[in-house]
C-alpha cells in the first residue's frame, strides 16, 4: 500500500532540514519542544522518577505503574534517537501507552548519548537498569515472571544488544524482546539490505541521513563490526529470548530487522516478525495516535502474552 495519507501529509509539510553540520544540542531542543504537557498525558496509576545507582554512574529512570497491584511483571524501555536523541520526555507516551496496554510495570531508562558518552556508556547503562530491576533491592515487586526488555530504532539496537550481553554473562531472567523498526547494522553501505535503496528517499528518514545521524555514536567509539554495536552481525543467535521484530514497510532499515527475526528463526528462537503496511520509521514514537499503528501496542500485549 502507499505511505499512509496522514504520515504523507505531515511529511510533505515539514520544512528541509538547515544545512551544515548537525547540532545535537539543537536538535534536542526541537524535540523537546514537541513533547505534550504533563495534563496532556495518558493518565495511569503512578508514574515516579528515580535514579538507579549502577557501578558506572547514576541513570534516571521513570517508572510507569499502571494499575495497583501486590506484583507485576517488568518491561524495561530503552528510547531511540540515534544514540544522540530523545529522552524520557520525548518518549514517555510510548512508555505509558506500553504500560496501559501491557499490564506491565515499564521501566524507562534515561541513558547516557554520544557524543558526550562515549561507547559504551549507554548501552552499559541500559544492561546495569535491566540487572537492577530483576533485584529484590529495586523495589518494583516483579512477580518474576516477564522480564522484558523493549525499544524503538537505536533503542531497539540496545535492546537485541542487552539480551545478547546478558545471555553471555549467563543473566537468564530475560523472557522477552521487543524492537520496533531496529537498527542493528550499522554499517550503511546503500547496496547492504535492498530496503535502504527501495526507501532510500520521501518517506522521513533517508538513506544520506543514516551515517551522519549515527556518527555521533561511531565517532565515540562504536565499531560497526562488533555484534554489539551492530547486532545482526552476532553470529550465534542460539539461545536469545524470544522476540518481537516490528518493520514499517517504507522504512530504510526495514530489511535488516526482519534478517534479524528470519537468523532467530533459523537458530531456533522463537521470532515475531511484523511490517506494518504504509509505516515508514519512527512511527511507533511518532504516529501511534493513528489507529492503525496504535495497534503495535496491542501486538505487544499479545506477543508477552504467549508465553
Given at each position: 500500500?502507499p505511505?499512509?495519507?496522514?504520515?504523507a501529509?505531515?511529511l510533505?509539510?515539514?520544512?528541509?532540514?538547515?544545512?551544515?553540520?548537525?547540532d545535537?544540542?539543537?536538535?534536542?531542543?526541537?524535540d523537546?519542544a514537541q513533547?505534550?504537557?504533563?495534563?496532556?498525558?495518558?493518565?495511569?496509576?503512578?508514574?515516579?522518577d528515580?535514579?538507579?545507582?549502577t557501578?558506572s554512574g547514576?541513570?534516571p529512570v521513570?517508572?510507569?505503574?499502571?494499575?495497583?497491584?501486590?506484583?507485576?511483571?517488568?518491561?524495561?524501555y530503552?528510547?531511540?534517537?540515534?544514540?544522540f536523541l530523545g529522552?524520557?520526555e520525548?518518549?514517555d507516551?510510548?512508555?505509558r501507552?506500553?504500560?496501559?496496554?501491557?499490564?506491565?510495570?515499564?521501566?524507562?531508562v534515561g541513558?547516557?548519548?554520544?557524543?558526550?558518552?562515549?561507547f559504551p556508556?549507554?548501552?552499559?547503562?541500559?544492561?546495569?537498569?535491566?540487572r537492577?530491576?530483576?533485584?529484590?533491592r529495586a523495589?518494583?515487586?516483579?512477580?518474576?515472571t516477564?522480564?522484558?526488555?523493549?525499544?524503538?530504532?537505536?533503542?531497539?539496537?540496545?535492546a537485541?544488544?542487552?539480551?545478547?550481553?546478558?545471555?553471555?554473562?549467563?543473566?537468564?531472567?530475560?523472557?522477552?524482546q521487543?524492537?520496533?523498526?531496529?537498527s542493528?547494522d550499522?554499517?550503511f553501505?546503500a547496496?547492504?539490505?535492498?530496503?535502504?535503496?527501495?526507501?532510500?528517499?520521501?518517506?522521513?528518514?533517508?538513506t544520506?541521513?543514516?551515517?551522519?545521524?549515527?556518527?555521533f555514536?561511531?565517532d565515540?567509539?562504536?565499531?560497526?563490526a562488533?555484534?554489539?554495536?551492530?547486532?545482526v552481525?552476532r553470529?550465534?543467535l542460539?539461545?536469545?529470548?524470544p522476540?518481537?521484530?516490528?518493520?514499517?514497510?517504507y522504512?530504510?532499515?526495514?530489511d535488516?530487522?526482519e534478517?534479524?527475526?528470519?537468523?532467530?528463526?533459523?537458530?531456533?528462537v522463537?521470532?515475531?516478525v511484523s511490517?506494518?503496511?504504509?509505516?515508514?520509521?519512527?512511527?511507533v514514537?511518532?504516529f501511534?495516535w493513528?489507529?492503525?499503528y496504535h495497534?503495535?501496542?496491542?501486538?505487544t500485549?499479545?506477543f508477552l502474552?504467549r508465553?
Open positions: 500500500m505511505l499512509h495519507p496522514e504520515i501529509r505531515i510533505a509539510a515539514m520544512p528541509a532540514p538547515p544545512p551544515g553540520p548537525l545535537p544540542v539543537a536538535l534536542r531542543a526541537a523537546e513533547v505534550a504537557p504533563p495534563e496532556e498525558r495518558l493518565p495511569l496509576h503512578a508514574v515516579e528515580t535514579t538507579v545507582r557501578a547514576e541513570v521513570r517508572i510507569y505503574t499502571p494499575a495497583e497491584a501486590d506484583a507485576y511483571g517488568l518491561l524495561v530503552f528510547h531511540g534517537g540515534a544514540f529522552s524520557l520525548t518518549h507516551h510510548v512508555a501507552s506500553l504500560a496501559k496496554e501491557t499490564g506491565l510495570k515499564v521501566v524507562s541513558y547516557r548519548l554520544a557524543p558526550e558518552a562515549a556508556a549507554g548501552l552499559d547503562d541500559c544492561h546495569a537498569v535491566v537492577w530491576a530483576a533485584g529484590e523495589g518494583l515487586a516483579w512477580d518474576g516477564t522480564l522484558a526488555v523493549a525499544g524503538d530504532s537505536s533503542g531497539g539496537n540496545f537485541a544488544a542487552v539480551a545478547a550481553k546478558a545471555h553471555d554473562d549467563g543473566f537468564d531472567r530475560i523472557t522477552h521487543i524492537l520496533y523498526y531496529p542493528l550499522l554499517d553501505d547496496d547492504r539490505h535492498a530496503s535502504l535503496r527501495e526507501n532510500a528517499v520521501g518517506y522521513g528518514l533517508e544520506a541521513g543514516l551515517k551522519p545521524f549515527n556518527a555514536y561511531l565515540s567509539g562504536a565499531d560497526p562488533d555484534p554489539l554495536v551492530s547486532p552481525k553470529a550465534d542460539t539461545g536469545l529470548p522476540a518481537l521484530v516490528v518493520t514499517g514497510q522504512d530504510p532499515m526495514r535488516e530487522g534478517l534479524y527475526g528470519e537468523r532467530l528463526r533459523a537458530a531456533g522463537e521470532a515475531t511490517r506494518y503496511e504504509g509505516a515508514g520509521h519512527g512511527f514514537q511518532h501511534s493513528i489507529p492503525e495497534k503495535v501496542f496491542e501486538e500485549r499479545d502474552g508465553r
